[in-house]
């Protein structure tokens, strides 16, 4: 069935190191979110991308929307430990229906 | 309230016994979802409510789980006769988004430990 397929599911970095994650469809997505889930935490949103091509940056994390809206990127520059935590992408599978279905996260280490 | 709320925020019981997992949304949020979450896996969806609508229940794994949420207040998953494969953190979350789903807020989370 339709789902929505992340990678790598883990990533080990040295401080400074760039990352990156990326959530695949097989379908055209509406839109896509990410969040971010610190250790022993909850998710929380980081960002929405809707139009296709869309970029967004947000300081050293820039994230982008495939032109086809079927993949996604969440890049990294210059990782720092403060980034350790697992992201998710977040898509609704089905056109009109309103639930989120969850990647299941890449979770990222920060060595210092 | 200012966040979604959970309660309570750990549970441990015993194998066989039913337990109930309380979630109160942000104030004005129309949706609601239920996820669960095991040890160092993703999410999976469990419920979703909008308003008055009818649930999507499509996510609940047995007819052991059910949950409900009067009007847009607070909603209530409940397990009966938990096994151990239950043990799991669950999430609730709300958002204001109606037809284009929008930013979800979500709460500390509920942990239960079945024995």
């Known amino acids: 069935g339709q789902q929505v397929m992340q990678i790598p599911q883990y990533q080990h970095v040295q401080e400074g190191e760039d990352f990156t994650t990326y959530c695949n469809s097989s379908?055209?997505?509406?839109?896509i979110q990410w969040y971010k889930q610190r250790p022993g935490g909850h998710p929380v949103f980081l960002i929405q991308?809707?139009?296709?091509?869309e970029v967004k940056k947000q300081k050293r994390l820039t994230f982008q929307f495939g032109e086809a809206k079927k993949n996604s990127s969440l890049h990294i520059t210059a990782t720092q430990t403060t980034d350790v935590g697992t992201y998710f992408c977040?898509?609704?599978?089905?056109?009109?229906?309103?639930?989120?279905?969850f990647g299941k996260g890449t979770m990222l280490l920060v060595s210092p | 309230g200012a966040g979604v709320s959970q309660s309570p925020s750990n549970k441990v019981t015993e194998k066989g016994k039913d337990v109930e997992l309380r979630c109160d949304p942000i104030?004005?949020?129309?949706?609601l979802y239920w996820y669960r979450q095991r040890l160092g896996q993703g999410l999976e969806f469990l419920i979703y409510?909008?308003?008055?609508?009818?649930?999507?229940k499509s996510g609940l794994p047995s007819d052991r789980f059910s949950a409900e949420r009067t009007g847009e207040s607070v909603s209530t998953l409940t397990i009966q006769r938990t096994q151990q494969e239950d043990s799991a953190v669950y999430l609730c979350?709300?958002?204001?988004?109606?037809?284009?789903?929008?930013?979800?807020?979500f709460g500390e989370g509920s942990r239960l430990t079945v024995l």
């Open positions: 979350a709300s958002s204001t988004a109606l037809a284009l789903t929008g930013e979800l807020f």
């Open positions: 379908t055209t997505l509406s839109n």
């Open positions: 991308l809707v139009k296709s091509g």
């Open positions: 977040a898509v609704k599978l089905n056109s009109g229906y309103s639930t989120l279905t």
């Open positions: 104030s004005g949020h129309t949706a």
């Open positions: 409510f909008q308003g008055n609508s009818a649930p999507d």
